[in-house]
């Protein structure tokens, strides 16, 4: 089977590509730890830490798509598989079991602050090759700060 | 912390809960199949294919929910990481890279039918423990049910 | 043309199959005879049960697509054709013609504990081969059952 | 009971009545019709004219609703029971079982040209009595005529 | 103040203006009318025939803005100020006070038949000289007919 | 027939029952003035005044309802035949034949001057008698001097 | 704890928090009942009447939200216990068992009205006192007279 | 006045009656409880739980009209008056007065956990003589459950 | 390829086919006019006429898809490229650069009365052939009049 | 320019216009100060607090509408300007930067307590020369009186 | 007629003018290009392919109308009139007359590569002289990837 | 209480601050000024004025929230209180009284001009510190250039 036939030239999607893969591993993985975290949330804060990680859910889950279906806009395969997921992640992980809010808010808020500087670095390496992609990235970013900003404050 | 306390007793909350648990897997692992799918596909019938993945991910993104908050409601903690989905699940994988539009339907109505069978057993052994749960599993089995029955008819 | 392969062992899926079938004529003659009332009704309450007739027609409609989807679901081709719907329905037929309107809640008060006694039928015979089909059967029954109260306080 | 006054004489009373019951019963039949393919359909492009066979259910099922309350209105009363569709229609039939989209593509090609071919002689049976009744058969043909080439373009 | 330039020829522009000044003032009446019963009603089907008087209402503003607006378009002034209604409307007029349901559904019912018949007159006239016009009057006439058999059928 | 039973002793009956049919007349008269002049404006605002005539209207459509039913809730039938709207208004009334956009502006904000005059009586008026009366008439009369406004800066 | 702070002096909060506490049962009391007689109905006006009280319990629900909480605004707690409602209403209460359609219409007439003499009496008493209370208790008046004339209109 | 003719037997009904009547009780009960700690709140999480108790009240009235309808659909009288459920409720009563938010979710995770006790003997007891209204049981247990869990998290 | 097989005869097919196709090239250089207009105005009335001009691409846009369809639907092909459309269009054309208000509101006053006079032709024309067509091109030319008269209203 | 005519005598006017000017400036600097302790919200209930100072920004951003609409209307001009609102102001100010929400919430509570004083004044003023105005204030005082009380509970 | 001052330089206004122009060039002939296709398809997967070519027609006419606005408020006079769209566009034109699926498919995957290609041209042409304009070109290349991804992935 | 921890270093913090709360001055003045006209506007145009200001002010409370949020999101307190924009910004102001329309439009033209450059300058500037604000501001600036041509389109 041939390969999508990109707009760019190699050198270019080659950097676009791996910062989309890269974004896209981010993304997923954020998307399954606000959901661990969402269903095993306890204290006096639940109801409101509860829906506020849906939020983050549904940011990582439609910028997930975004990336992965620019990636392959640009001929590079995404790989979102559980396998792919749980090998590269760089995040830090989640305990099992229950919750407490306060803990939950201060591990989102270290979680966003290491997944926005892996995109700051994206969006520099993508300024000449692709700005397409860049202005994608940059707006997935303004959010994740946004949320960054909103958790923090919290704390 | 102290465990939600359950409206189960002990015997009939452990198997409740494996059977919410192991749905859990079998759902997030279906929605990031039939993600990758929705994202590398190729072939005549892209478009239509590319779309009804959708509504496998929006089914399995709802079950993940629904299983997981009922598996916390009778005291259980639903475990939903990317590194237990990828170590627990039971599905077949897909292929990195383009995957041709037949390949696909007939990957997602083997694995359609792979996870049926598992839910299948689900509500036989939950029948007598806990017929709330049952009833969950029941209802996310009819909607399996009918994609199964709408992907095996496109073969 | 290979039959869809169902979920179920061969002798559940006859059960089931026959409950579907059933079923299904009893919603697209009930639907038909609805129609026809709606269109022919007279009286002083025209207004109110031309009405309350559609929301049978879609009830009875909602349903014949949900066991029709079924049937197929589990391997059994359903038959609604109208050849089938008029010799196999055991429904009372309406007068053509002028209806008047206490008639016709007299007669759809009677038509539909006619079909309520054969869903309690299919409900009992489905419990053991197939519970995703008795789920679906129960809910059906419910709203005819509502239904049947309400046509039924008005005579 | 007496009969709805008519806005027509009696000669145009006539020629509109019937044919808005012969309408009623292509209606109904191809309502039937496209239903059971609906359900029974197999092959590459199931899902896509599952859909679009329902397209023709929601054409099918508004039109028979406004010809038969145009008949009434003009003091005739339609009929619309299974019985009797079943045994006046023209349309033909489909087999029962498992049908293949190409097949059903052209045979509900060939069933719409067979109803538009009826409602072109019945627009020019009704100019003359009854405008307003001829007015609505050509807004229905218009709607079949579009469904006509769109099935037709896919065979 | 020069006049709006007609599509029309003078002799077209007349009937088909005399055609639609007649049809605003029954259409506003009309909705004069329908509203002082709907507010005067009395008797057990109070509650449907008041909200059913408001269909006639709506009919009948909606049908006022097509007349008056397709008038002014072919050059024509249309009148719709009170005096001019009170003194031209051909309609019978409902007495003061309360008014019985059952009454009411009488006098709308005539009052609608008479209303058709004179849209019926004008359906005619404007045949020839302006089939834009007409196919309105159709289209309004056939909304009265329908309302005319549902207030027939409740007496 | 008897009577409503109204809330009321019979002198606030009566006072309140006068405020509420002047003010009926009022409002019939000036939706029947504003869709005039909505329909024959001409000039080079014509867009942006046959548009606000709407709102005017909408308002006065929506008031007549208002104030009918708070009449006959009260015990008063009100009137709002197309005769009596003639006889009694006290609204100035349009010429026949083309408006002028300048023109219309300068008649509606003089004719809702005079109805806002007469509606601030009638609020002074139900003070005592029925406070629910008054408060309603204010909410009216807050939109008129509204609007009463908005005409106005154009001029 | 210590009390809400109110707005209002002494006095003025002791008659305004009486009268919303009265209005308070009242409008408790009336949803019940209306529930009570909606599920209970028996008639040929069965579905108009078992659809008119939805529209008493959707205001009488409204309308203790806003009494309540107008209640805790000026520093009166609202008591709304099953038990005060039981003990302090004032209203007649419905027999068990089946209800009539005509008699349900007599006794809810009945019922606005005393509750309707009741408002009026509060809506006196608050003038002075708290002009922002007898604003909201006038605004529910309206309505309870609006559904008084409504269901006396039937009878 | 004739009973409705329910479609199960008399054993069966008495037992699904008794069910649906006692849920009546604990819902109507629960809405009342919930509104009451609504109203009379106070505390650092005041608005989350004012909020939250509103979703109690929401599941607790569409609970009460599904239970009590389908009572009635089976032809035994609902009764929820007042004073019946002043006298049978056997959930425990709030105080009157502020009441603080800790309180509040205590006292709401016991009630809901006293009622779901008493809706799983329900759903025992319902199971043979009447799955349509045991399935109905097990829909409201499974939402007061997951709403058990939520209150209870934040303890 | 073989052409679509048309409900019509050869005569009639012709007919309609030339009428649709002229009022395609009519109806897309309309839009793209009213386009031109919309983005290169000046003038106090801006704000209104643009806002306007966009109605007119709407109807354009809107009319263009249903003749195009039509015509395919009776196996005529539309052809609305940009060279036809430039080749073959009456309708007089814009200058380059600023446009004023009032030249644009004349210009579209004019180009609106050359298309209609077309369109009555084809009205006309297709009386006898085609109906259906007919009835099509009246509900688009009484849009056209309509602007027609909105636009000449501001002259 | 010439003022916009007023409604109302000039006694009426002038004291209508300095409550309403009044009210404006309160209203405008409440929607600054819960703007900025919006954004420079910080703390554990962070979430919850930045919420609901939206919903305090909407209510005084309609409020402000309101108000300068009715000055304009009883022709007083209002002055809403950056320097006007800065300079009369009678609202305590937020400091500079980060603000703890315990502090918002009491800073907040006591900004509505002093804003709905003057608003009572204003109620009392304006019985007389106006009830419009005044209808308007109180509608504004009861939504700012229950903010209070929701956010006092809080404290 | 003075020309719209613009927020750019000389230079940079002409770069970005041009830029733009040629934009709205490819974008009108991308329009006009996909209804053709989509109203002369053919083939076995014309409906998906027809609904597919109304998502290209969607994005290209958004497109037109920000390219064109974003010129004019610029300075420069958009030209989208037919002739010179015909003149100037640089995209290959569609056959006349029936058009198959899978040529169409080839056909907008190539056309979409040249647009895509000059849009890159003029995102890099405009970073310096205008980021606001590239920006806007960005987010419409952005989309037509990835069209053109969905197109090429059917081939 | 500490800052919020930025994603940018301490240099490019500075500079996107001040950009973001130089923006945050000019979009509050920029309300309050759009409003203060919109209240006072007089003249032919005053509907269309008086609407289209409207837009204006969406447009800056829009934009206020967003740069307000962003300054917090990276670190920076906003600040928009009364004093603080009066003090600081550079906006011309409105006199008081009644304004006329074409002066209106005039001065709202010069007012966009002014803010316009000033967010040129904040785009040069935070290119390199913060390519996510940057984008925000070329995301405001071009709706910003977008009314600046609409209002400069009208003098």
Known sequence: MAAIKSPLPDDAQKVAGEALQGSLIDLIDL???AKQAHWNLTGRNFKVVHEHLDEIVALARGGQDDVAERAVAIGV???GRARTVADRTKNPQLEAGYLADDK???AITDLLAQIIARFRERITATDEPDPVTQDLLIAIARELEKQ???FQAQT
Do not use: E, F, R, Y
């Open 31 to 33: 998307s399954l730890t």
């Open 77 to 79: 395969n995404p790989d």
């Open 104 to 106: 939950v808010v201060a």
């Open 148 to 150: 960054h900003w909103m």
